[in-house]
């Protein structure tokens, strides 16, 4: 039986600690995309979740519980990644160097698809790059997530009228180095 969220919650303020794991099995996966899109990288991707799942079980006492779980826990998950990556170098590999790598595979009707499908995610995944981390985060939670406007301030703090600023600037820019890389690959 799916029980909802808040109902896990009772029961893991009541001392059920199993409860989370099943929190954690069906929010882990957009919680690690987010994260993952903001710093980056799956190996700190996997740190920011595991610190973010141990943050809100902390806080759990802390949750309203007439606010939408969902909203607080990528609240949680979004100010973790942004506040490590911020302590971190950037480790980016060169664009050059990874499409290199794609390039060197066989070329057969096969692996056609996967190239340029490969070819396209990494294209926008380097785009990305090129964004802050806030940025990258409100794209994420916006095209990846689902997310509405109002979603998104609940999560960031940001008014909705500075998000949608921030994205319509995103997305410029995204089109502005999706542009500049298609133009100068000699692929």
């Known amino acids: 039986m799916n029980r909802n969220?808040?109902?896990?919650?009772?029961?893991?303020?009541k001392g059920?600690?199993?409860?989370?794991?099943?929190?954690?099995?069906?929010?882990k996966d957009k919680s690690f995309n987010l994260a993952v899109k903001i710093c980056g990288n799956r190996e700190d991707a996997e740190e920011i979740v595991q610190d973010a799942f141990l943050k809100?079980?902390?806080s759990l006492g802390n949750f309203r519980k007439?606010?939408?779980?969902?909203?607080?826990?990528?609240r949680i998950v979004y100010?973790?990644?942004i506040s490590q990556h911020r302590s971190k170098d950037e480790r980016t590999i060169p664009l050059e160097d990874a499409m290199h790598e794609i390039s060197a595979r066989p070329d057969d009707d096969n692996n056609k698809n996967k190239h340029d499908n490969d070819?396209?995610?990494?294209?926008?995944?380097?785009?990305?790059?090129?964004?802050n981390e806030t940025d990258r985060g409100l794209i994420t939670l916006m095209y990846y997530d689902d997310l509405t406007i109002d979603e998104m301030a609940e999560i960031t703090r940001l008014s909705a009228s500075n998000?949608?600023?921030?994205?319509?600037?995103?997305?410029?820019?995204?089109?502005?180095?999706?542009?500049?890389?298609?133009?100068?690959?000699?692929?």
């Open 119 to 131: 070819r396209k995610k990494l294209l926008i995944n380097f785009a990305l790059g090129k964004l």
């Open 16 to 27: 059920d600690t199993n409860s989370f794991s099943v929190i954690v099995d069906r929010h």
């Open 66 to 74: 007439e606010s939408n779980f969902t909203t607080w826990l990528y």
């Open 79 to 81: 100010n973790t990644a």
């Open 163 to 187: 998000i949608k600023v921030r994205l319509h600037r995103s997305r410029q820019k995204l089109l502005e180095t999706l542009t500049k890389t298609q133009n100068n690959e000699a692929i």
């Open 5 to 13: 969220d808040k109902y896990l919650i009772e029961q893991i303020l």
């Open 56 to 58: 809100a079980y902390r």
